[in-house]
Nanobody, 125 residues
Framework: QVQLVESGGGLPQAGGSLTVSCAASGRAFTSYVMAWFRQAPGKEREFVAAITWGGGCYYADSVKGRFTISRDNAKNTVSLQMANLKPEDTAVYYC???????????????????WGQGTQVTVSS
C-alpha cells in the first residue's frame, strides 16, 4: 500500500512562485511513477507532470517551461515547483502514484493507483 500526503498549497500572486510537496510511504516507492494532476471547479482532472523512478520528466504543454517536478527517493518525497503562476493555474493539485506496469504514459487519472487528498492553489491577480 502506498499512502500520499500533500502540503504546500496557498494563495500566491500572479507571476509568483509556489512549491507543493507530497510525502509518500511504501516500500516500493522508488519503483513507482509519480505524477501531479489538477482539477479546477467544473473541469476535468488534468495531467500536469510525471517523473519516473529513473528521473525522466514529462509535462503538460500548459505548464512546460514554468513547472518542475522532482523526487527525492531517499526522503520519499515528490515536489512540484511552480513559477510564473497564472490565474488559470488555480485548482486543487493532487499527487498520484502509478505502480510498475500501469499505463501511466497515457497521462490519464485512471492509470494511477494511489492519490493524495489534494491541496488548494489559488492564484490571485
Amino acid at each position: 500500500q502506498v499512502q500520499l500526503v500533500e502540503s504546500g498549497g496557498g494563495l500566491p500572486q500572479a507571476g509568483g512562485s509556489l512549491t507543493v510537496s507530497c510525502a509518500a510511504s511504501g516500500r516500493a516507492f522508488t519503483s513507482y511513477v509519480m505524477a501531479w494532476f489538477r482539477q479546477a471547479p467544473g473541469k476535468e482532472r488534468e495531467f500536469v507532470a510525471a517523473i519516473t523512478w529513473g528521473g525522466g520528466c514529462y509535462y503538460a504543454d500548459s505548464v512546460k517551461g514554468r513547472f518542475t517536478i522532482s523526487r527525492d527517493n531517499a526522503k520519499n518525497t515528490v515536489s512540484l515547483q511552480m513559477a510564473n503562476l497564472k490565474p488559470e493555474d488555480t485548482a486543487v493539485y493532487y499527487c498520484a502514484a502509478g505502480r510498475p506496469g500501469s499505463m501511466w504514459y497515457n497521462q490519464q487519472p485512471a492509470s494511477f493507483d494511489y492519490w493524495g487528498q489534494g491541496t488548494q492553489v489559488t492564484v490571485s491577480s
